[in-house]
């Protein structure tokens, strides 16, 4: 008996047929980043003191990084999700006052302040994501009046707290009091596996001084939470179905809302998350610095954004990568310190923050274009 199914019945759905190896790649959103890390990293080996790609010069560029890098995990995740949160920046600033106010000012204990800072935070984060939801405002506008208030509240309890001045020091001689504040001290300042590069400097591992010590003597905490946060969320938005509910929510609200999805519970926790991220980078700063002041933070809401767009997140929100936001806050950590290794003058940052900014949407919305086959 002769076949008689007609011809388009033996063509496969596109949408299961297997894509090349270059498609495949092209579809990941951190292409753009990895390209300008190998970019940024040639021209600095080209131009730069070789120190910089030495042990130390690696840790003092990957240490503002981390920082950075922190924020930009929480900003990529909310703008997958199809939000913006421009009020980082001054969060980490009111967190910063918030946690030094705790210790130094009211006395607390370390590990009490920390979880008043990350609560403070938390609530502010839930306080933006519910206005935005309820009033249906964009968040663009309604995390932009939050960057003003935040930070006018720094400035008026730093002054409150201070008696008028705008900066509140004493943290680290008040947060080291009891063993268990040495021991919350520990998880959030200072260096990692000291004993560790003290061993590597012994058998000639790494560079040390005449004496024997290592010239440097571990991994600074910020870099180990960093990397941590990049990998749990990593790991959290491609393989769980948390990660599957953001990207739904950033895709398509609506349908996504229709098939089952709490919206607005996802929504809601991105927001509360990204602020705890500028509450951690908050707490990392003021007990390294000692103190906190009213511009910590200043502008970091831009630049954690800047990072998040480099490692591939559409500013319409459904797509984006951790890791590429990842990439990016390392391509801006090597530019800020890298500027120091050569006669450049350093204030080229400025303009670097605003090209890369330019090319990386180029960038994204040519390739999305090329594999979508949009026109």
């Given at each position: 008996m002769t076949d008689r199914s007609s011809p388009t019945e033996l063509i496969p759905d596109e949408r299961i047929r297997p894509a090349s190896v270059v498609t495949r790649i092209l579809r990941r959103p951190e292409l753009g980043a990895v390209?300008?890390?190998?970019?940024?990293?040639?021209?600095?080996?080209g131009i730069a003191n070789p120190v910089m790609f030495e042990l130390s010069g690696i840790v003092n560029f990957m240490a503002p990084a981390a920082q950075l890098g922190i924020l930009a995990i929480g900003a990529s995740l909310l703008m997958v999700g199809g939000e913006f949160d421009l009020s980082v920046g001054s969060m980490v600033a009111f967190a910063g006052l918030i946690f030094a106010a705790?210790?130094?000012?009211?006395?607390?204990?370390l590990p009490v302040a920390i979880v008043i800072t990350f609560a403070c935070a938390a609530?502010?984060?839930?306080?933006?994501?519910?206005?935005?939801?309820?009033?249906?405002?964009?968040?663009?506008?309604v995390t932009l009046a939050f960057l003003f208030v935040l930070r006018g509240l720094s400035l008026v309890g730093l002054k409150w707290a201070t008696g008028g001045a705008t900066q509140l020091r004493g943290v680290r001689e008040a947060?080291?009091?009891?063993?268990?504040?040495?021991?919350?001290?520990?998880?959030?300042?200072?260096?990692?596996?000291?004993?560790?590069?003290?061993?590597?400097?012994?058998?000639?591992?790494?560079?040390?001084?005449?004496?024997?010590?290592?010239?440097?003597?571990?991994?600074?905490?910020?870099?180990?939470?960093?990397?941590?946060?990049?990998?749990?969320?990593?790991?959290?938005?491609?393989?769980?179905r948390y990660g599957n509910w953001i990207f739904a929510?950033?895709?398509?609200?609506?349908?996504a809302r229709n098939s089952g999805v709490p919206t607005r519970r996802v929504k809601t926790s991105l927001f509360v998350l990204t602020a705890c991220c500028a509450a951690l980078v908050a707490i990392l700063t003021v007990l390294d610095a000692g103190s906190t002041d009213a511009r910590r933070g200043f502008q970091k809401e831009f630049e954690a954004i800047i990072a998040a767009v480099i490692g591939g997140c559409l500013l319409t929100g459904g797509y984006g990568s951790v890791i590429g936001a990842a990439i990016g806050a390392i391509i801006f950590g090597m530019v800020l310190i890298g500027l120091t290794y050569t006669s450049i003058d350093q204030d080229w940052y400025l303009v670097f923050l605003g090209g890369m900014l330019l090319m990386a949407v180029f960038f994204n919305n040519i390739i999305r274009k090329r594999v979508t086959g949009e026109r």
């Open positions: 390209l300008g890390l190998v970019i940024v990293t040639v021209f600095f080996i705790c210790v130094v000012t009211f006395g607390l204990p609530a502010f984060g839930f306080f933006n994501g519910q206005l935005v939801l309820y009033t249906g405002l964009p968040s663009f506008i947060a080291t009091d009891t063993p268990l504040d040495a021991f919350f001290y520990n998880l959030f300042s200072g260096d990692a596996f000291e004993g560790l590069f003290v061993w590597l400097a012994a058998h000639d591992w790494i560079a040390k001084f005449p004496n024997g010590q290592p010239k440097v003597t571990g991994v600074p905490v910020e870099i180990i939470w960093f990397v941590a946060l990049a990998i749990i969320a990593a790991v959290v938005l491609a393989r769980t929510s950033g895709g398509d609200a609506n349908a």
